[in-house]
């Protein structure tokens, strides 16, 4: 059957409160500006990466320590589920498939994230971004991978899986699909209808 995995951040969780949370305690301890909101706003990319926005490059590995020593307390406890996430799950699984999360975010804080939820999946894998998930989505058998960032289709395409997005993130339903993704979604909602037909239409060939 057609496994499935999964991005986490702003797919199948909403984790914008908790991460503005653990931004601004980080922003108060280090004595330096950040704008929580606007990181927020553009959820996806390596933590040190978006660090690198705030703090000297000398100093981004030691906040990214910080912020991950604060992040389980401050950040997992308030995050939520995304809209029809459950639901999504529940379809691949009712059809006989497997679910792996593939995320950016720290092996650690992705199980703790997805046990807070009460999400079943099979397996996560964390600290991993664009291109860089396609190994562990092919390993798993990943038939396609469901994101929100236009470098979770990059990493479809590493995985040979169909790239299915939703728009919760940062891109639009039109930016999505002018970046090559084979599915666009306004959301989770709309998942277990997509994936019941894909399956059907494997079926009757």
């Known amino acids: 059957m057609r496994s499935v995995g999964f991005d986490l951040d702003m797919t199948l969780a909403d984790t914008r409160v908790g991460i503005a949370a653990v931004y601004d305690e980080l922003s108060a301890r280090l004595g330096v500006p950040i704008d929580s909101a606007a990181v927020v706003a553009r959820l996806g990319p390596p933590l040190e990466m978006e660090l690198a926005n705030w703090v000297p490059a000398a100093q981004v590995q030691a906040a990214a320590k910080l912020y991950r020593e604060i992040y389980p307390d401050i950040g997992v406890p308030v995050h939520t589920a995304m809209k029809g996430a459950h639901d999504a ?25 997805v046990e807070v939820l009460g999400l079943v999946v099979d397996e996560v894998v964390g600290s991993l971004f664009g ?8 390993r798993f058998g990943a038939a396609a991978y469901v994101g929100d960032h236009v470098a979770d289709i990059e990493a479809a395409r590493a995985g040979g899986a169909v790239s299915v997005t939703v728009a919760t993130g940062p891109y639009t339903v039109e930016e999505l699909r002018e970046h090559g993704a084979d599915v666009t979604l306004a ?11 894909w399956c059907q239409h494997d079926e009757g060939r």
């Open 131 to 138: 291109a860089d998930k396609g190994p562990a989505l092919a």
């Open 187 to 197: 959301d989770l909602t709309e998942f277990a209808a997509w994936y019941t037909r």
């Open 89 to 113: 799950i529940a379809a691949v699984r009712a059809a006989g498939g497997r679910v792996i999360v593939v995320t950016g975010k720290n092996q650690r804080d992705a199980v703790g994230t």
